[in-house]
Nanobody, 120 residues
Framework: QVQLVESGGGWVWPGGSLRLSCKAS????????MGWYRQTPGKERELVAT???????TYSDSAKGRFTISRDNAKSTVSLQMDSLKPEDTAVYYC??????????????WGQGTQVTVSS
C-alpha cells in the first residue's frame, strides 16, 4: 500500500503564504501525474494543480499566478507553494498520485489531507 503524507497546512492571514509538502512512501519519478486537490464542506473536491512526470503543469483558474507546484523525485515529494492566499482558499488540501500509462503504481492514491485556513 502506497502512503502519501501531507504537511505544511495551518492558519495564515489573507495575503500570506504557505508551502504544502506531500511525501510518498515509494519513488514517484515514474508516476504519471502528481497533484493537489482541495475540498470544503458541501462542495466537491476540486483540482488545484498537477504536474506530470515530464514536468507539464496544470492549474485551476483560481490558482494560476498565485500557486506553484513542483516535484522533487529524489525525495519522493510534491510541493505546493501558495502565495497571496485568500479566504476562499480555505479548505482541506489533498495530495494525489496517478500512474497513468506507466510507473510502479497500479492505481490512484490519495493523502489524508491537511487543513489550510486563511482568515483575518
Amino acid at each position: 500500500q502506497v502512503q502519501l503524507v501531507e504537511s505544511g497546512g495551518g492558519w495564515v492571514w489573507p495575503g500570506g503564504s504557505l508551502r504544502l509538502s506531500c511525501k510518498a512512501s515509494t519513488e514517484i519519478v515514474s508516476v504519471g501525474a502528481m497533484g493537489w486537490y482541495r475540498q470544503t464542506p458541501g462542495k466537491e473536491r476540486e483540482l488545484v494543480a498537477t504536474i506530470t512526470s515530464s514536468g507539464d503543469t496544470t492549474y485551476s483558474d483560481s490558482a494560476k499566478g498565485r500557486f506553484t507546484i513542483s516535484r522533487d523525485n529524489a525525495k519522493s515529494t510534491v510541493s505546493l507553494q501558495m502565495d497571496s492566499l485568500k479566504p476562499e482558499d480555505t479548505a482541506v488540501y489533498y495530495c494525489r498520485g496517478d500512474p497513468k500509462y506507466g510507473g510502479v503504481w497500479s492505481r490512484v492514491y490519495w493523502g489524508q489531507g491537511t487543513q489550510v485556513t486563511v482568515s483575518s
